[in-house]
């Protein structure tokens, strides 16, 4: 291969994280850019942002892969006036290609939660929900689906596994939130990058012990624990995901490699969880 191009990678990251894959209601796959452009670098992040567009320029990248859509609903206009449509005005004009890989990730194996569950040392990992038992991406291993359930090497309480998560994850100001009985031992444990409160009344099947997730609701949580449900903690969506982009930036460099394709691939790792403080009740700034 003399030069890589966007449509190389477009093919690559349909293969990793395949298309079909993707929910009914995601919009994924390339956003915009050309597809026989020359790449020069590559960035990997959660969500598109002003921030990711500046390392990415930084760092001559001009191929973004992100987790979060841009779009989601219908679009009737990209104007510069609207905070999205500077973001397509920006990328059009720096030459730099967007695409999203979102549920289709999720799904995945490896994919988001397989991220999450590996950075937890979960082993023996099964989604959650499985959608396909066949094989079909891109150096995948095993059954793909929703959320991944595993086992800690040790049984702790749920304080320490909560201990445990705050080490394994990145910082963000909201932290991690737990809910259940604090010295109650765990040692299953399911996860789901991302928002998985849906996933909640599929546990009890499958011997969970604690639930890992994020974007966990009051009203969920409690029918969910009054009803004898296992522990769950939270953590921010952002931070959930996050571990992915190493995993993705990972798996591309290497087909790079393998094709003796020089060109550099980097994680934006400054965090775009909208949160940004977090303040104990009755305390002040």
Same mark, same amino acid.
């Given at each position: 291969?003399?030069?890589?191009?966007?449509?190389?990678?477009?093919?690559?990251?349909?293969?990793?994280?395949?298309?079909?894959?993707? #929910?009914?209601?995601?919009? $994924?796959?390339?956003?915009?850019?050309?597809?026989?452009?020359?790449?020069?670098?590559?960035?990997?992040a959660v969500d598109l942002t002003h921030e990711v567009i500046d390392f990415a320029e930084?760092? +001559?990248?001009? !191929?973004?892969?992100?987790?979060?859509?841009? !779009?989601?609903?219908?679009?009737?206009?990209?104007?510069?006036?609207?905070?999205?449509?500077? !973001?397509?005005?920006?990328?059009?004009?720096?030459?730099?290609?967007?695409?999203?890989?979102?549920?289709? @990730?999720?799904?995945?194996?490896?994919? =988001?939660?397989?991220?999450?569950?590996?950075?937890?040392?979960? #082993?023996?990992?099964?989604?959650?929900? $499985?959608?396909? #038992?066949? =094989?079909?991406?891109?150096?995948?291993?095993?059954?793909?689906? $929703?959320?991944?359930?595993?086992?800690?090497?040790?049984?702790?309480?749920?304080?320490?596994?909560?201990?445990?998560?705050?080490? @394994?994850?990145?910082?963000?100001?909201?932290?991690?939130?737990?809910?259940?009985?604090?010295?109650?031992?765990?040692?299953?444990?399911?996860?789901?990058?991302?928002?998985?409160?849906?996933?909640?009344?599929?546990?009890?099947?499958?011997?969970?012990?604690?639930?890992?997730?994020?974007?966990?609701?009051?009203?969920?949580?409690?029918?969910?624990?009054? @009803?004898?449900?296992?522990?769950?903690?939270?953590?921010?969506?952002?931070? #959930?995901? !996050?571990?992915?982009?190493?995993?993705?930036?990972?798996?591309?460099?290497?087909?790079?490699?393998?094709?003796? $394709? +020089?060109?550099?691939?980097?994680?934006?790792?400054?965090?775009?969880?909208?949160?940004?403080?977090?303040?104990?009740?009755?305390?002040?700034?």
């Amino acid at each position: 291969m003399s030069e890589l191009t966007t449509r190389d990678l477009v093919e690559l990251v349909e293969k990793l994280y395949p298309p079909a894959r993707k #929910s009914d209601w995601d919009q $994924i796959g390339l956003v915009c850019g050309r597809l026989d452009q020359e790449v020069t670098g590559v960035v990997v992040a959660v969500d598109l942002t002003h921030e990711v567009i500046d390392f990415a320029e930084s760092n +001559e990248a001009n !191929f973004v892969l992100v987790h979060h859509p841009l !779009f989601l609903s219908g679009v009737h206009e990209v104007s510069e006036e609207r905070f999205k449509g500077e !973001f397509v005005h920006r990328l059009i004009e720096g030459k730099i290609a967007l695409m999203v890989a979102h549920t289709n @990730a999720d799904a995945a194996n490896p994919g =988001v939660s397989d991220a999450l569950a590996a950075a937890l040392g979960l #082993s023996n990992t099964v989604p959650i929900e $499985i959608i396909e #038992s066949e =094989v079909v991406g891109l150096g995948e291993s095993g059954p793909v689906g $929703i959320g991944r359930v595993g086992a800690l090497e040790t049984p702790m309480s749920l304080r320490d596994f909560a201990s445990l998560v705050a080490d @394994a994850t990145p910082a963000t100001a909201q932290g991690v939130r737990v809910a259940g009985d604090l010295d109650r031992m765990v040692q299953r444990v399911a996860v789901c990058g991302g928002s998985g409160d849906s996933y909640l009344d599929l546990l009890e099947p499958l011997g969970v012990d604690v639930y890992l997730t994020s974007d966990l609701k009051h009203h969920r949580t409690r029918d969910h624990l009054d @009803a004898g449900g296992c522990a769950v903690v939270d953590i921010p969506h952002w931070a #959930s995901e !996050f571990p992915w982009c190493a995993v993705a930036a990972r798996s591309i460099a290497t087909w790079l490699g393998d094709n003796g $394709i +020089e060109v550099p691939v980097a994680v934006y790792e400054q965090p775009t969880d909208p949160w940004v403080l977090h303040l104990e009740s009755g305390s002040s700034a």
